[in-house]
């Protein structure tokens, strides 16, 4: 499997509500992490800078384990690219955010240095369900 993974996903929302949606915290605990955990948003740092944190502590709602993903963020293009890099892992993830024509936003999201236990259909299909649980967020008519 390749150390890079790419995936499209729609959103039916502005760029700008799409890019507040990443990135703030009153946001990100409402979908942030895979479905069968919660991400408090006591446990989320957001530094919006290049150079800046991002950390998430991910809870497992069966088992009540924890996962904190620590990142430097390296670039922000508000609202169109958003990237970090993780600490631990050294996985760099990309979001580029395309408004389209109809009032949506196109998000690719590109993860680059994927270790072998973050390239297994059961981690890359955690994104998908990340990325399905922010869609029926921002469908809920969040605001920025």
Excluded at 26 to 32: G, Q, V
Excluded at 54 to 68: A, C, I, L, Q, R
């Amino acid at each position: 499997m390749s150390e890079t993974f790419t995936v499209r996903h729609v959103h039916a929302a502005t760029v700008e509500r799409v890019f507040a949606c990443l990135t703030e915290p009153e946001h990100l605990t409402r979908f942030w992490g895979s479905v069968g955990t919660s991400t408090p948003v006591e446990g989320i740092v957001v530094d919006l800078r290049p150079g800046g944190a991002f950390e998430t502590t991910m809870v497992n709602d069966t088992t009540g384990h924890t996962h904190t993903m620590r990142a430097e963020y390296l670039r922000v293009d508000r609202p169109t690219f958003l990237s970090w890099r993780e600490t631990d892992s050294g996985v760099v993830t990309e979001l580029a955010l395309s408004p389209l024509d109809d009032g949506t936003t196109e998000v690719v999201t590109t993860r680059r240095g994927l270790p072998p236990q973050m390239r297994t259909p059961e981690a890359l299909a955690g994104w998908g369900t990340a990325l399905d649980r922010m869609s029926a967020y921002l469908s809920e008519g969040v605001s920025s």
